[in-house]
């Protein structure tokens, strides 16, 4: 076979299979839903609540401390992950209810993190979705947590 047929097969082959590839990588997913609503920036500043949380797909159980501050939101589990550092946060509240979320990315790597929840009194409630996003494939993991409002802050820089 001539090198020039032979190149231009190596090439259509590879082409081919690069396209086989492609087609066959994981379609997005996408992140948690956020409703439209009067969301409004802060409204829980100050307020540091201690979570248990259930990562549905792995059935883990992990403590974790959400603190809002200044207008922004950091969950201390994911800052020990990831760095994902203070991210903006908003409410808005129905009777004795507040609503709230956030959206955390983290710096290194494609991780973000969507949470939807309430505070009603010191109690709080939440889910989210951990989602990862590579160029070959999709993963996200769901979770919901629920806790109380911690009587002393403890440590989130």
């Known amino acids: 076979m001539p090198p020039v ?3 231009t097969v190596v090439a259509i082959f590879a ?3 690069g396209a086989a590839t492609v087609s066959s990588l994981k379609d997005d997913i996408a992140d948690l839903a956020v409703p439209d609503a009067p969301w409004q920036p802060g409204g829980l500043d100050g307020r540091v609540f201690a979570t248990s949380d259930v990562i549905h797909e792995t059935d883990t ?3 974790d401390e959400l603190h809002f501050r200044n207008g922004r939101f950091q ?3 994911c800052q020990e992950y990831c ?3 203070w ?3 908003r409410t808005w509240q129905q009777d004795d209810v507040i609503h709230f979320t956030a959206t955390t990315r983290c710096p290194d790597a494609p991780h973000t993190v969507v949470w939807l929840g309430t505070v009603t009194g010191d109690a709080i ?3 989210g979705t951990w989602t990862t996003r590579r160029w070959y494939w999709t993963r996200q993991l769901n979770a919901t947590g629920a806790g109380r409002e911690a009587s002393v802050p403890v440590a989130a820089g």
Request: charged share 25%.
């Open 83 to 85: 760095d994902f550092g």
């Open 5 to 7: 047929l032979y190149a």
């Open 61 to 63: 159980v992990m403590e």
């Open 87 to 89: 991210s903006e946060y």
């Open 15 to 17: 082409l081919g299979a």
């Open 125 to 127: 409630a939440f889910k």
């Open 75 to 77: 969950s201390a589990r």
